[in-house]
């Protein structure tokens, strides 16, 4: 006798809220771009953003997963990484400088493109 093997066609929830998330790409690696680090997804709801979702194959799972989510995750605002917000400064003071840079590269290349043109 034949089994069949039914296809899975369930459904992707986020782990943090329970949210329905989507799917966001490839993600690319920092250090070697050209290695794919796997799939990216999105949490419509709380906005986390990574490779590890959940999947149900049944809708009431899903609202049951979501419901205990929300019990055991009161307090927790975003579960996407961010820097803490003191490292604002940071950030600023950097771009500044960056901007600095560029501008004085700028600022060199302009006499002597004039030489030249």
Partial sequence: MKSQI???FGYKICPFCGGNVEYAGI????????INTGQMYVCRECGYQGGFIMEVDDLDDAGKIREELKINTDGIKTPAFKLPEKWAWLWKIWLVIMVLVFLSEIIVLIPRIIEHG
Avoid at 27 to 34: D, V
């Fill in 6 to 8: 039914k296809p899975v």
């Fill in 27 to 34: 993600s690319s690696g920092h250090i070697f771009p050209a």
